[in-house]
């Protein structure tokens, strides 16, 4: 079963500020992650994702679409990196989010399958 974990935090520029040593704690939370996946099944991708500021959103509106810059909505959390994991079960994805940095806010979701895709 196929799982889109979106990662957001409250201060995504917090990484700019953080110590070296901060920033290996959280690389080493994420290679536990990553071996905790690949244990129970399979990462299939990750990503960090750049600046919301290099974000463009795309809508829909009566004069056909438009793009604006920056992210999809104004929030205090902002999506700052995904995977994409197959594992067993809801039970298994959320044991091993556990893993991942308290700084997060860590969003679970079950892909759904499409016929011809």
């Known amino acids: 079963m196929k799982f889109l974990i979106t990662l957001a935090e409250s201060d995504p520029d917090a990484w700019l500020t953080a110590t070296p040593e901060e920033q290996e704690q959280v690389f080493a939370q994420h290679r536990a992650f990553d071996a905790a996946v690949e244990e129970r099944g399979t990462l299939v991708a990750g990503a960090a994702l750049d600046a919301t500021s290099t974000a463009r959103t795309v809508r829909g ?22 995977y994409l994991v197959d594992l067993p079960d809801l039970e298994t994805a959320l044991d091993v989010v556990r893993l991942l940095p308290e700084g997060y806010v860590v969003e679970v979701r079950p892909t759904v399958a499409l016929e011809g895709y």
């Not at 509106?61 to 995904?82: H, I, K, M, N």
């Open 61 to 82: 509106g009566p004069d056909g679409r438009v793009v604006t810059e920056g992210p999809y909505a104004e929030t205090a959390e902002q999506v700052t990196g995904v």
